[in-house]
């Protein structure tokens, strides 16, 4: 009993092995394991130690790389294995690398699917530290894939360039909004509003006659021609490198044949597919991606909901804007999409959502058999179905 909360021992799963004169080296060996939980905050990280006939033990130590390392080179004591596991966070990924040397397994969690495994009334650092320690002792631990940094620096750059991409919408919202509140309610030349001809137009405004106590809206609207043609000059650059960059990765061409899909959305699927065999099944591939319905399930009843939506938004975005497209360039997949529309116009949502998911799967059908798309086969009744079980 600690601060009110009694601590359960841990049972551990005992295996026999097949020669019976390995029991004592094979008891030796589980005696050694240990697993430990991190449970880090900004501050201060506790570690719970958890071993097998032996009491579990709570260290308190400084969110610190380096007092980590040293910290499990302690415990590597008489040829320990050390299991690691601490929750994934935005740092996870740096943490995973560099403790993967002094640690023989390291597993980042889910905290979210964390809490149906193991509940507990109290809730402190100790209690989850070691909540982590006994699910990894017992391989219960919800696993997140953590790709290399390769992979992880790709993902961040397609991140970035997104947040460019709406910056750059908000300013040329703003810009229009202010133009039309000083009268300007059409651009001078026909055409998009941003081309360069209206763009100069524009910057002939924000200079006309000055700056004057009445017409400082003048200034704001230079500006924002000044920070839309930096974020311009941004998003070149990292569009120009993410060009670059998927031109070496052997799927690029590959999902790029599908149609209606451009580069933009093919890396976004690569990036986070990362390794796409460790999706055994083509509705967990799309349930990563969020684009599988909630289930609301009791007795007889079953009612699907709207997408769950979990997973990386940016694929969901980049893969709903190729549905729009797909469904006008292919024959089979806009077929399917009036399928599920079934004549009714407030179906066109739920049908390129269903277009966006029939998407993905074809794109890990792809993956797996290294073929290019094939409109053919597509229209094929089962086919798909067939090609990723």
């Given amino acids: 009993m600690r ?34 939980g991190f449970d880090i ?17 709570f260290t308190t130590l400084k ?58 009334a109290k809730k402190n650092d100790r209690i989850d530290a070691r909540k982590q320690a006994v699910l990894l002792s017992i391989g219960e631990v919800p696993k997140v894939h953590i790709p290399s940094r390769e992979v992880r620096q790709w993902r961040l750059t397609i991140q970035h360039r997104r947040k460019i991409v709406n910056r750059v919408t908000a300013v040329k919202n703003r810009t229009r909004a202010l133009l039309k509140a000083n009268g300007f309610t059409r651009a001078a030349h026909k055409g998009s509003w941003w081309k360069k001809s209206n763009r100069a137009w524009m910057w002939w405004i924000s200079q006309d006659g000055g700056i004057t106590s009445e017409q400082l809206w003048r200034m704001s609207l230079s500006n924002m021609l000044d920070e839309l043609d930096l974020l311009d000059k941004q998003l070149k650059r990292v569009t120009m490198y993410l060009d670059s960059y998927l031109a070496n990765q052997p799927g690029g061409e590959l999902l790029m044949s599908i149609p209606g899909v451009g580069p933009r959305t093919a890396e976004a699927v690569l990036a986070y597919t990362d390794e796409v065999r460790r999706f055994n099944r083509s509705k967990q591939y799309c349930a990563y991606f969020g684009l599988t319905p909630k289930l609301d399930e009791s007795g007889s009843s079953r009612r699907l909901g709207h997408i769950s939506k979990q997973g990386p938004s940016v694929v969901r975005w980049l893969i709903v804007e190729s549905a729009w497209r797909a469904i006008k360039k292919s024959r089979a997949l806009g077929s399917f999409y009036e399928r599920v529309m079934a004549g009714q116009k407030s179906r066109k949502k739920i049908a390129v959502v269903a277009v966006a998911r029939k998407l993905l799967s074809i794109m890990r059908a792809m993956q797996m058999t290294g073929e290019l798309f094939n409109e053919e086969l597509v229209c094929v009744d089962g086919w798909l179905e067939r090609t990723l079980r």
């Fill in 3 to 36: 601060g009110g909360v009694r601590y359960a021992p841990v049972n551990f799963i005992n295996v026999v092995p097949h020669e019976a004169g390995h029991n004592n080296l094979f008891e030796r060996r589980l005696q050694m394991d240990k697993y430990i």
């Fill in 41 to 57: 905050d900004s501050k201060k990280t506790v570690a719970c130690v958890v071993q097998k006939g032996k009491k579990d033990r």
């Fill in 63 to 120: 969110t610190d790389i380096e007092q980590m390392k040293n910290f499990l080179q302690k415990q590597r004591n008489q040829g320990a294995k050390l299991h690691l596991t601490f929750e994934i966070s935005g740092e996870a990924g740096y943490r995973y690398d560099a403790l993967a040397d002094v640690a023989d397994t390291i597993t980042v969690g889910n905290p979210t699917k964390m809490t149906w495994i193991y509940r507990s």
